[in-house]
């Protein structure tokens, strides 16, 4: 039982970055209908400007709390003006044309991105500086504990889960995007700013996407360029899993595509770990293409 509880509490918080970059595949394509592939290398570019920033900050002030929201703050700051430049850059020229040309611009985006990123810090693996020193915060038994890194980890993650749900729900920007993901046209017309409103939202998926890179950085203190690779296809399977386009199903796929590769690599083995999350996206697309939160809508032809 204790095992188990150990692994429950690891799962949880290995779901917990997976629903933060899943977040952010949910709201491009809410807006956009778009599956967004340079999302994972996002989240790279975010842990990368983590990195940096902690060098810098930690001149002033050691590892603790601050150091890490003042890390956090900058790696969601860049991310965001980078995805407002890859929106405005290479998504919106294209916004008219078929859906394949789009698909084709974000896995050329994503491919920029992953060799930029190893022409400019190279392709060896880097170790992410300390910003928390790792400590038992809660010891529930002999054999299992919880660090004060996972706790950080879980509490950044739903401090921003709960933060984007209000903002979707109770705030205008909110209203603009639920309108958006209906209907451009008829958002237009009813005032919307359509453009604007789009371009938030690739800000603040790619600021989730920063967060979850910073929180893998202090969690598994290595980062390379080729780290959002494989879990932005992860993050992608969390987003199917749950129902794309349903925030609170996002989170759920992530959360459960955590516990079980955690279930997974304790119990069957490590081997498996990655294989399960394509798995589960086969059988998903197989029993409920819709995912478990999302419903079938009938498109109009």
Known sequence: MDELLQHIVNGVSLGSIYALVALGYTLVYGNLRLINFAH??????????????????????????????LVLL????????????????????????????????????????????????????????????????????????????????????????????????????????????????????MGVPVDRVIALTFCLGSSLAAAAGVLVGISYPRVDPLMGVLVGLKAFVAAVLGGIGDIRGAVAGGLLLGLAEELVAGYVSTSYRDALAFSLLILVLLVKPAGLLGRAAPEKV
């Open 74 to 189: 900058a790696a969601m700051l860049a991310a965001g003006l980078l995805g407002l430049a890859i929106e405005r850059l290479a998504y919106r020229p294209l916004r008219k044309a078929p859906r394949v040309n789009l698909l084709m611009t974000a896995v050329g985006v994503s491919l920029l991105l992953e060799n930029l990123a190893q022409v400019l810090f190279g392709a060896t693996p880097r170790v992410f500086p300390t910003v928390l020193k790792e400590e038992a915060w809660l010891r529930l038994s002999r054999d299992i504990s919880v660090s004060n890194i996972q706790v950080a980890v879980l509490a950044v993650s739903l401090g921003l889960m709960l933060f984007l749900e209000w903002l979707v729900r109770a705030t205008a920007l909110g209203r603009a995007m639920r309108a958006v993901s209906f209907s451009h046209e008829l958002a237009a017309l």
């Open 40 to 69: 994972g290398d996002i989240f790279m570019a975010g842990a990368f400007a983590a990195l940096f920033a902690s060098a810098g900050i930690s001149l002033a002030i050691g590892p603790g709390l601050a150091h890490l929201l």
